[in-house]
């Protein structure tokens, strides 16, 4: 007979029923759920023991509950794996089916507990899944001490009691579980909310300590960090705090070392029964009965741990390694946000202290020109005090070559240096040539422009200097040497016969010097010419030829003095060009003379040509010293002499006449060399056109 059959049990069963539900639906603590699940199951169905085991989503058991009679008894976990693995429950959860036996010794599916010895012998028992949803939420046991105990009604009973309290019993587990995801959440949120409300390291560690010792409620926290092969307790919190700071920990021992390898954290729910426990995990002077201890972590690298020692509670709540994970985790990128902020400050400061101690003047500005900052330098060039600075704007401190800056200073939003030679207003309304440096920079972490404006007024005056000398040498020298000249021509005339082969060769002498000072002041004088844009005047249709034969003809005997070989390389013709022919000369010799001087004697100089197109290109080439690649743009510069070649003398104008020379015939020079490789120049000149060949013969 099925309970459906008789009404007056169905109505009673309703009434059973309804009731459990409404006893179930009022809690929502697991612990009471299931104690009423228990009671209920053996006051309506009877039997002596009840037993009831919770399942998470995974289908392992969280919870488990026992009444005998009316007393309630907690599993052990060891208990409750065994009864899930091979005892009848475990048998239940595989079938998702309930089952009743009525006599346990005869079924193999009954294991035998431990604690039943004293009542070994036949039993009857009932065992039903509790089903939620589809979802296997747990299983209900009930047992009686005799044989049969049961009938198929009370099987059909527990079934339906089961299935009321599946429902309530995840209820119950959802809420718990998230009342338990909720507290972690807030002590997390809170403790994130903590840390990072400083960047300063001390603060933000003392944050960590205090956020871990409101969440776990522990005797002591401390805080370690990774240096070197050991972990350096930098702070602590509570009892022995100041024991424990600056202690250390070798990355290889004890439950601290396996915490920063492996990167996981552990409870040491007994530092008695915990293997991995060394001697170096004691703190002296701390007594150390248990402890949480968590890596603190930042971008998947363990920066140091957190220990939480001693539950002031006695034991750790279930929680506790969750809410230390977490904390670890925010530690982690709070001191790591305060170890870049230290870092930043200390670059900050850096920067600060060069700039206040260049020698050179700084000044910083806002995209908009503003002065932000001012060193000292700055104030002592300009005469203007920081203070006055602050009020001022570049450009009224210097003449702003806006061509180069861009007027909104958008060329210098690249990263690039941007330099000009201007003018320095000063206070006391002079001014003075200034070299500038223009960049963009990082300053008290606003994006910036720094100005460096060098005063250069000693090497302008310098220039100065060379240019007045210049101008000396060719007024007040070549009319004496003009006349130099011309009297030894007279003198030469004068000789009788019979001495004239000695004189002549001292007169040789005179006149080579004479000539290379003509060439020099003719050199300085057409450089100021061409450089005052001048055009060249005198071109002619020259034989090139015959020019560099007889060029080389003239140096000759200078490099023979010097045991150099000169080399020519010329082909059998070449077309005339259209030159000053003296200018060309002088360039040729120029490079000649140059060739020989920075090479050793016994070095060969070769001096070559050859017609392309519409030019003739000329080259020398020597084994010299060679130019380094810095240099070989300045080199045509005037005045300029490369440093470290001090012992040979020069004015450095030979270079920049041969330049200013050869592009004044619209041709090109250009220089071919490595340090210690000798070097090679090259130009050209412009081949003459028919007309202008014409134009000669007239
Ligand atoms: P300087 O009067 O000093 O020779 P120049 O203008 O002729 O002046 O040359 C400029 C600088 O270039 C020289 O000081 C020298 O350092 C370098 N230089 C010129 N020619 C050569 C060369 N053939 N080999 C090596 N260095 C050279």
Not at 39 to 60: F, H, M, P, T, W
Not at 422 to 434: C, F, G, N, Y
Request: hydrophobic share 40%; glycine share 6%; net charge negative.
């Amino acid at each position: 007979m099925t309970l459906s059959e008789n009404p007056d049990r169905t109505r009673a069963l309703l009434e059973l029923l309804f009731h459990v539900s409404r006893e179930l639906a009022t809690a929502l603590d697991l612990r009471t759920v299931l104690q009423r699940v228990l009671y209920g199951a053996l006051q309506n169905v009877g039997g002596e023991r009840c037993s009831i085991v919770v399942l998470d989503d995974s289908g392992k058991a969280v919870d488990a509950t026992i009444v005998y009679g009316s007393e309630v008894h907690e599993h052990t976990t060891q208990q409750m794996r065994e009864t899930m693995e091979r005892g009848l429950a475990g048998w239940v959860i595989q079938n998702r089916k309930g089952v009743y036996i009525p006599d346990t010794a005869k079924d193999a599916r009954w294991l035998m507990r431990p604690d039943d010895t004293d009542r070994i012998g036949s039993k009857s028992a009932i065992c039903v899944p509790l089903l939620a949803r589809e979802k296997l939420v747990g299983v209900l046991t009930l047992v009686h001490t005799t044989p049969n105990a049961f009938s198929i009604e009370q099987f059909d009973l527990m079934q339906a009691i089961a299935d009321q309290a599946g429902i309530a019993v995840l209820n119950a587990r959802l809420y718990t579980e998230s009342q338990r995801q909720a507290r972690v959440m807030t002590a997390l949120a809170e403790g994130a909310a903590a840390m990072n409300a400083s960047l300063r390291m001390d603060e933000v560690y003392q944050r960590i300590l205090i956020q871990t010792m409101q969440a776990l409620q522990v005797e002591t926290v401390a805080l370690g960090i990774v240096e070197d092969d050991k972990i350096v307790f930098r702070a602590a919190a509570g009892r022995n705090e100041s024991a424990i700071r600056g202690k250390s920990i070798p990355l290889d021992r004890g439950v601290v070392g396996t915490v920063t390898r492996e990167g996981r954290g552990v409870v040491v729910a007994d530092v008695r029964l915990e293997e991995n426990f060394d001697e170096a995990d004691r703190l002296e002077g701390v007594e150390m009965r248990a402890m949480v201890i968590a890596p603190i972590q930042t971008q998947g690298r363990v920066i140091g741990i957190l220990e939480a020692i001693n539950p002031l509670a006695g034991a750790f709540d279930p929680d506790a390694l969750l809410v230390m994970t977490g904390i670890g985790g925010l530690a982690g990128t709070s001191i790591q946000n305060a170890q870049l902020f230290e870092r930043l400050q200390a670059a900050h400061k850096r920067y600060r202290d060069l700039f206040e101690e260049s020698i050179d003047p700084i000044v910083i500005t806002d995209w908009e020109g503003r002065i932000l900052e001012a060193n000292r330098q700055a104030s002592l060039l300009s005469g203007y005090t920081r203070e006055e600075l602050q009020t001022m704007s570049i450009d009224q401190l210097h003449e702003v070559h806006w061509s180069k800056t861009g007027m909104e200073f958008e060329l210098l939003r690249g990263d690039r240096m941007i330099s000009y030679e201007s003018t320095l207003h000063k206070s006391d309304e002079t001014h003075i040539p200034a070299e500038v440096h223009a960049r963009r920079v990082e300053f008290d972490s606003t994006d910036s422009i720094q100005w460096i404006l060098r005063d250069i007024t000693e090497r302008k005056e310098l220039d100065n200097l060379r240019e007045d000398l210049t101008s000396m040498i060719y007024h007040d020298l070549r009319s004496p040497l003009a006349n130099i000249i011309s009297s030894l021509d007279v003198i030469a005339t004068l000789v009788p016969e019979e001495e004239r082969a000695t004189v002549l060769s001292i007169l040789k002498i005179a006149e080579n010097s004479t000539d290379r000072i003509q060439r020099l002041i003719s050199s300085l004088l057409d450089v100021s010419r061409l450089e005052s844009g001048q055009p060249v005047a005198d071109q002619t249709a020259v034989d090139t030829l015959a020019l560099v034969r007889k060029t080389l003809e003239d140096v000759e005997p200078a490099l023979r003095g010097r045991k150099q070989t000169l080399v020519e390389k010329l082909p059998e013709a070449l077309p005339p060009i259209w030159v000053d022919e003296d200018m060309a000369r002088r360039v040729l010799i120029n490079l000649i003379e140059n060739s020989s001087k920075y090479s050793p004697s016994e070095s060969t100089v070769e001096v070559g040509a050859r017609a392309e197109g519409e030019w003739v290109h000329f080259w020398v080439k020597d084994q010299g010293s060679g130019i380094p690649p810095s240099e070989q743009d300045h080199i045509f510069d005037k005045f300029t002499r490369i440093r470290g070649k001090g012992k040979i003398g020069g004015l450095g104008i030979g270079l920049a006449f041969c330049r200013l020379a050869v592009q004044g015939h619209g041709g090109r020079i250009w220089v071919e060399s490595d340090t210690g490789k000798g070097s090679t120049f090259h130009f050209t000149f412009p081949v003459a056109t028919e007309e202008q060949q014409a134009s000669n013969v007239e």
